[in-house]
């Protein structure tokens, strides 16, 4: 009950909100329908195709706006941090195969996050635009040097990687077999405990002086934060979990991959992500993942529901417009991002 | 002011509120309760196309011909035996995440579900294949896909007849040997392969190692990044490398770029030759009069004059050839877009002849596909005489011995300008097995005895 509380507690600070009693029944209420009503109710096609990605990509994001929201650091490089991720997971699956699944998942984000901190070096000379570039260049990096080197894909004659069948606590979680449920539990467990880890980590004395970095970073070296430390920090923990999204994207979404998973494009949606849900907000990195996997999908299914017969790629190209345009209208009505037009609105609405 | 942007405020989340509930309770209760009813005697056939994005020019007509084999067979036949095809297309831009989930999305659709999938990419079929014997739907990679995956004992969910890249990249071989004047002079030679770096491209590599040791050619390997629009420093390294023979495997866009670009280098066309996705019209007609006397590979005839063409033509167009042509009637891939078609109904029929004529479900269409023997006469009853070789699928052999063509591009249309050529099995098969035995054993998956399999 503590924890809940401890939770509750949490969701009203950020929120900042009048109301204790409706947070924890809405708190209680949305935890108990995730775990519980989602897996009994969903169909396959809706875990396998919409919530499996979404909480994977909603960890992605989240690594993502610890760096750039909380810490003021660009990166595109995610993708490729997401890459390091799955990799060394799928090579320590399959070099020791006894080797608790989960306990891969969490070992792969180290490796990730030692990748990430070497190219977050930079970042103590250059900033903003200059600094994408340098992460866009580990991004280009590492997905040539895993398609490049066949020891990465145990000398795959194809360069895929596949997810080996294995089990937790005898339950199959990877592999074809691994039931969809499962695997959205994983999922949702995971991202559960890093949004919580991240809750807390920003209101603790790192997750302040990544925001004093961000706001001004020759203040925050004034006052006495070590710049060198605080950054590659951010780079360190969020290339950690970025790496562990990338396992993740793998083992539990795709079951095989190649290299061209992890392009360029994954880096852009994952910024997109936290531009659009909010830049420097938790809940906005899982708002913006359920945009931005959710949207397209949904405007794919409008045409049959609204019994419009288009060909497929007139259908396609109008899908493309109406969720560029939805970006660039939500982008004007509230440039900090979809968790304050919902944080505005409930104050509007006084819930 | 305060007022105003009060209101801004007030407007703007009132707006996201009603687009976020909207959107999820009509998500919600459409796709939970799955899409509309079909009528029950329906055969459903899910279409994975791309007619949008960088491998549109070979994805539409693809598309169009496998489209307009099964619109042939529902409008003059009313169907298979009187089980109307139901078809749904659903466009991935060739992106492998987007092929997965229409895969998801259509699996499930009509009274028996997706019977058999034909993903058109390598990547998607590479995610299929794992999928499919849990999901009891067949995957046909006619042609692409996963080489290894045509040990049916192994694999007995996947099906890659009527040839595979590593057959065909055997072919090549025996090809470009012939033309040396015999196998023995390929020794000291330099073949390079410009591929698709994904695992399409690098599908044939294997085979064109092995080769190369044994026949003492020199293998060069040279990766263009998807999508494949910048390729002047492959080419320009080409010019360096003065290569033998050149070896195309490339998709969509990097097709005609890389035409351009060996153009651009005054490449000898004559010895450049691209892979069976790499040879159509349009890869070549954006190089111009570049392109003349460039060669690919294929596994059936160009051009529409087979009666089924006319029968299309009649049926479907009303003889309007501009408007066939509209919709690439007779062009390469439209060929093979029906040629896929055509495996794919009469697998349906061969089950049928076991199952009973109603709607029959994926288990069902894979005993078809494992029973089909499409034979010279069959061929010749479908208006198809002389398109394609006959083909025999047994338990061990998804692939049936799957010979090879070559045809030239003359700048107006592409022309049969060798034998059918047979892979090397001697060497292509071993290999095949050796693969499938490797990703047993990754996997834990026990071969199935065909001798038990009836």
Known sequence: MTVLTYITDLYNTFFATRSRAINTVFVTVISLLALFAVPTLANEYWLQAILIPFLIFALAALGLNLLTGFAGQLSLGTGGFMAVGAYSAFKMTTAWPELDIIAVFLISGFFAAGVGILFGLPSLRIKGFYLAVATLAAQFFLIWLFNRVPWFYNDNPSGTITAPPRTFAGVMITGPEAAAEVRYLVALVLLAVFVFFSWNLMRSRFGRAWMAVRDMDVAAEIVGIPLLRTKLLAFGVSSYLCGVAGALFVF??????????????????VLFMIIVGGLGSITGSIIGAAFITILPIFLTNLNPILGIDLAVDL????????????????????????????????ERLRI | MAFRNGLRRGMSGVLAAAVVAGGLSVAATTTLTGTEAQAADEQFIPLLVYRTGPYAPNGIPAANGALDYYSLINERDGGINGVTLAFEECEYRYDTKLGVECYERLKNQGPTGASIVMPLSTGVTYQLNPRAPVDKIPVHSMGYGQTAASDGRVFPWTFTFPTTYWSQASAFIKFVGAQEGGMENLAGKTIVLVYHN????????????????????????????????????????????????????????????????????????????????????????????????????????????????????QTLYGGDAAAAAEKNFGEVLYNRGLLSSVYTTEAIRTAQAKYGN???????????????????????????????PPVKITCEDHEGNGPVIIQQWDGQNWNIVSDWIEPMQDVVRPMIEAAAAQYAEENNITPRDCSQEM
């Open chain 1, 315 to 346: 259908a396609k190209h109008i899908e493309v417009i109406i969720f560029g345009g939805l970006i660039i209208v939500i982008l004007i009505l509230e440039p900090h991002g979809m968790a304050r037009l919902i944080q505005v609105s409930r």
């Open chain 1, 252 to 269: 539990l979404y795709l079951g095989s991959a190649e290299t061209i998973a992890f392009d360029v494009n994954i880096s852009f949606l």
């Open chain 2, 358 to 388: 109603r709607p029959l479900t994926g288990a069902e269409v894979r005993w078809g596909l494992e029973n089909l023997d499409l034979t010279e006469e069959r061929l010749a009853e479908l208006g198809l005489a002389g398109f394609t």
């Open chain 2, 198 to 313: 994904s695992p399409y491209g690098k599908e044939p590599i294997p085979t064109l190692q092995v080769l190369a040791e044994k026949l003492g050619y020199t293998l060069e390997l040279l990766p263009v990044d998807h999508p494949g629009q910048e390729q002047r420093a492959t080419w320009l390294q080409i010019r360096k490398i003065r290569p033998d023979w050149t070896f195309l495997w490339g998709w969509g866009v990097m097709n005609q770029v890389a035409l351009k670009e060996a153009a651009a280098i005054a490449y000898d066309m004559e010895r450049l030759i691209g892979v069976w996705w790499s040879s159509s019209e349009s890869d070549v007609v954006p190089a111009g009069d570049d392109a003349i006397g460039y060669r690919g590979g294929s596994f059936h005839s160009p051009g529409a004059g087979f009666p089924l063409h006319d029968e299309i033509l």
